[in-house]
């Protein structure tokens, strides 16, 4: 049942939330939510077994998985060629934006670059919704957003990961299960009418930690297509591999997800974030220096990426690049100069490693990244003919973070602080996706920025002139950040503003004694 007190007096729900909608959801909840809390509690062992050895390996019981020749069905027509996908929430203006960016994928992200707030979630499936049917258009008062000729991007969805409620929703009791809303209601309204015109149901799965999580997922796509009378293996869903886990299981998940694979995406900042959970208390070789100084070309990172490209091209599946956090300034030309360069030598190493497309997060960006895929796949849709048999990758590389090199410094220090106060605050506002310093922000680089200086502390670091990382100091650097920015801000601004809960949130999960294994989630409490 819905609580109607939690959602009256928010946005009108009628045409998202149906009686049908309703009872849909209902039964992915009583059918998968229990499982869902089974493979939660085998996160928590796992991690525990790794505090316990400080090892990760390879799994011996899936070695038969890796070792067989086995491939994903061959990608659909519109999912062949994904050269340049743009990323961003499914606000109005940013889906029309995305629509019309020439991209060939936009990633409507439901998790990281969005804020779960009841608003956000209903508003999304509403745009999604008229984004599908191509009805989509925003009026302000200064300017109408509307959809232009086309060819238009594909649309893949990204659901928030299994760990997130939806406490707006409660069946039986309990709160319903982010994912299983986002994915369920895109799925309910659209799937239909995706594939009666020539596309279909495309997915993008998050913090996926485990092939059993995506052997779930597999489970809950057959029985939306049996209970929707969708054709088999209509869905299709592309994994971010962002958590250490998930890198020694890249074979298993695209088997365990089986003819819903699509292909794997290496999802960089989220996967230095898991690193850092899974061996906080391993000692001084798991610390990382500056976020600044850990580039995709630290050894273990580039283990992480070629392994990707290897696994996903001898199993037909699509290896999708990361996102360079870089954006560009239309009032400054310096600055977006200084951004197109760093993001076409990213995405030029991408494409010659064989990656098939990567991900931008400003339309100013597309032109950069298809012109750099370009050069490399010509008229071909893909690099899935380019095999890496030079590829060997071995446990050892995928865990040494400390051949990265790089110090940790307190400019980097003040940098993390800035990041996860700043970020956290427009968090709390509803806006998940935030331009801080020319770098595109979301929940991923502020998981980063706070887990360094959890493990900065808890490992005495020092800074280059000998100065001790500890909480006090950070206070410090956190107060002198909230007088800046209350010195730019007017009374009223500051006043309606959420810094001052910013900040304690902030010291929450990043100072706090245990360490929060999401920021969201305290978050989450402190909003709507």
Known sequence: MIPRSQVDPLPPTGDVLTGDAVAFLGGLHRRFAGRRTELLAARSRRRADIARTGRLDFRADTAQ????????????????D?????????????????????????????????????????DGQRNLADAVRRTIELRTETKTYRLGPGPYPTIVVRPRGWHLDERHLVFDGAPAVGALVDAGLYLFHNAAELLRRGSGPYLYLAKTESHEEAALWHDVF???????????????????????????????????????????????????????KNFRDAGGRFVLPDRAAVTM????????TELLVATCHRRGAMAIGGM????????????TARAVDQVRADKRREAADGFDGSWVAHPDLVPVCREVFDEVLGDRPNQLDRQRPDVSVTAAQLLDVAATGGAVTEAGLRANVAVAVRYLEAWLRGNGAVAIDNL?????????????????????????????????????????????????????????????????????????????????????????
């Open 82 to 122: 994904r050269r340049v996908e743009i990323t961003g929430p499914t606000d109005r203006k940013m889906t029309v934006n995305a629509l019309n960016s020439g991209a060939r994928v936009w990633l409507a992200d439901l998790e990281d670059a969005n804020t779960p707030h009841w608003v956000n979630v209903v």
């Open 297 to 304: 070309t630290a050894p273990f990172m580039r283990a992480y």
């Open 324 to 335: 360079s956090a870089f954006i560009p300034n239309r009032r400054d030309a310096d600055v």
């Open 65 to 80: 998985v890796r070792a067989g020749s086995w491939t994903v069905p061959p990608p659909p027509p519109d999912l062949a």
């Open 222 to 276: 057959v029985h939306v297509e049996q209970t929707l009378g969708l054709p088999a293996g209509s869905i299709r869903a592309t994994v971010l591999i962002e958590t250490i886990t998930a890198a020694f299981e890249m074979d298993e998940i695209l088997w365990a997800l089986g003819p819903y694979a699509a292909g794997l995406n290496a999802g960089r900042w989220d996967y230095l974030f898991s690193l850092i």
């Open 440 to 528: 595109m922000e979301d929940a991923a680089t502020a998981e980063i920025s706070r887990s360094q200086i959890w493990q900065w502390i808890r490992n005495e670091v020092r800074l280059p002139d000998g100065t001790l990382v500890t909480a006090d100091l950070v206070r410090t650097i956190g107060d002198a950040e909230l007088a800046a920015i209350r010195a730019v801000l007017s009374e009223p601004d500051w006043t309606a503003s959420r810094f001052p809960q910013a900040r304690a949130l902030f010291e929450e999960v990043a100072l706090g004694p245990d360490y929060v294994d999401f920021l969201t989630l305290p978050a989450y409490r402190l909003i709507d």
